[in-house]
């Protein structure tokens, strides 16, 4: 092998000297691929005539191949990894992962739940579900799940028993007023909503769209309807962190909001003779129902949430306010891979397309800039209307005083659920303690010992809190005020 070494040494030395190739040697790489990468420039950037490297590099895969066939899903991510950032092979389980992520959907009964005073308790249940059809209702305290009491978990420590594999079976028991029911409920694959909905104040709707998938028109119509019934015609439309989505969903949830036959979205393929335009399909014909519609645009808002943002600006229902989005204005598709040699691919996610807005702007690698940029601002967290912290006792469930709800006051603070904010270190506290305990690496004693109280003390010390300047000023808009 020295021997081999030697001779390689020597004959990369007479190429670097032949063609002044000057080379960088990785440690990761072993002699022979610098020697191939050294052969293989000189080559390309010496050679007279064109070279086709598709060829080249098929044929170099070929006989990688035939040597090592199980290379087979390798090379194809590795060819995938050298396109664009979005361009990627997945294997079936990614694949199945990234689907389930995309359609916002999830394996678990259909219930959300929340931390209440002495329990977990169901807040909704999803129309459809299993829970539904268990008879499972909005107001049930979980008391028991296959039969252990969990009254005293936190939401971190039940919802993982609650999920699980697609199919099978969990047993609830709960509390609905003085009865004590157990149902045994199924495990489905369940949609989570991508749109939330509420009404503001003087006459104001908040419709925030985390994603597009193909449930997103519908959940659109539904709050369309909300903002409807209670004559809401000023809009904010959170886009905020919206990573885009599926692209016809897009088209169908700005139908709302474009009238009817305007173009929304022009698509240029590698294959010109693809290239298409789409426009709204919706039943606004002239003038739309909002009268005054802000977006709210971060760095976050990506892709769909850059078209339709792009659409509001473009046609000029409503004023932008943020900051200059991310700039991807490409289409990925998927290329199933068949199955070979008794190994099962997955797909490859492939950019085939870049798209234009309505103006004739192209986002990708641009982004969008708002009408109004406005950034958010973070600052510690105020605790100078709270109690002080006394470091120098121990705080265990039964205890009270100030020390106790200055302890409460904090963690009230961030986020954590500690039933009524008062003197008394109770159950709930108990659990809030343990939770951050597990969360921080201390043992979880449900004590608020010296540890962690400094601990504790430390980590508020870090905390920062968002202030939401660009909803605020959203706000400011829709009142007139800006």
Known sequence: MKQMTKKLLVLLLAVMMTFGCGITYAEEENFESVYFDAVFASILANYKFEVDTASLVSELAHKILAEHPEMLEELIDTTSDHMDRYSDYYTPEELTAFTNNFNASYVGIGVIVQRMEGSVGIVSVTSGSSAAAAGLMAGDRIIKINGVDVTDYSIDELTPLIKGEEGTEVQLTVKRGNQELTKTVKRMAIKGNTVAYQKLEDGIGYLQ??????????????????????????????????????????????????????????????????????????????????????????????????????????????????????????????????????????????????????????????????????????????????????????????????????????????????????????????????????????????????????????????????????????????????
């Open 209 to 482: 769209i985390a994603s597009f998938n193909n449930g997103t028109p519908a959940e659109m119509d539904a709050a369309d309807m909300f903002f409807k019934q209670k004559r809401l015609k000023k809009l904010i439309i959170d886009l905020r962190d919206n990573p885009g989505g599926e692209m016809v969903s897009v088209v169908h949830t700005l139908s709302y909001f474009v009238p009817k036959g305007k173009t929304v979205i022009s698509v240029e393929y590698a294959d010109e003779r693809r290239n298409t335009s789409l426009r709204s399909v919706g039943n606004v014909i002239r003038k739309p129902y909002y009268e005054n519609i802000v977006v709210l645009i971060n760095g976050e808002s990506a892709s769909g949430a850059e078209l339709f943002a792009g659409n509001i600006r473009d046609y000029k229902l409503g004023t932008l306010v943020g900051v200059t989005t991310l700039g991807k204005g490409t289409v990925q598709e998927f290329m199933n891979l068949p199955s070979v040699g008794g190994v099962e691919l997955g797909a490859v996610k492939l950019t085939t397309a870049e798209y234009v807005l309505p103006g004739g702007d192209h986002v990708n690698g641009v982004g969008i800039q708002p009408d109004r940029w406005v950034a958010n601002r973070y600052v510690r967290l105020e605790t100078k209307g709270m109690e002080p912290l006394d470091m120098l006792r121990d705080y265990k469930e039964g205890d009270s005083g100030n020390g106790v709800l200055a302890i409460k006051q904090r963690f009230n603070a961030v986020g954590y659920f500690v039933g009524e904010v008062n003197d008394q270190y109770d159950r709930e506290l108990t659990i809030a303690v343990r939770q951050y305990q597990r969360a921080s690496g201390l043992a979880a004693t449900g004590v608020m010992d010296y540890e962690t109280l400094n601990r504790f003390s430390q980590d508020l010390s870090e905390v920062r809190v968002e202030i939401d300047e660009q909803f605020n000023t959203a706000m400011d808009i829709l009142k007139g005020k800006k």
